[in-house]
């Protein structure tokens, strides 16, 4: 029978708070719609494991996974404006 300890749910409610807080932070300052909170979520642990860490010595956890450094080309400001682009010619049903 596994007994259950409170450290590791300690941990867990600490990572959630920090998630939590960040994206709060995210959409306030980005002042982007609560609409976005879902894209948010899913976003906000990927960009803290792309972070560097001062108790990994500077290094990211994705550097230690994977052994290599993530690339970061493709990452913006949130909040940013983006604008989608087509191949081909996308007909307006209006029209």
């Known amino acids: 029978m596994l ?14 708070r920090i998630i939590l807080e960040s994206v709060k932070c995210k959409l ?3 002042r982007v719609s609560k609409v976005f909170w879902i894209e948010t979520v899913v976003t906000t642990p990927d960009l803290i494991n792309k ?3 001062t108790t990994l010595e ?6 230690i996974s994977q052994g ?3 690339n970061l080309e493709k990452l913006r ?5 983006t604008y ?12």
């Open 3 to 16: 007994v259950e300890t409170p450290q590791p749910h300690n941990l867990i409610e600490r990572f959630n």
């Open 28 to 30: 306030l300052s980005a």
């Open 51 to 53: 972070c560097p860490l």
């Open 58 to 63: 500077m290094k990211t956890l994705e550097k």
């Open 68 to 70: 290599h450094f993530p």
């Open 77 to 81: 400001i949130f909040g940013c404006d």
């Open 84 to 95: 989608a682009h087509f191949r081909q010619k996308i007909r307006c049903t209006c029209c």
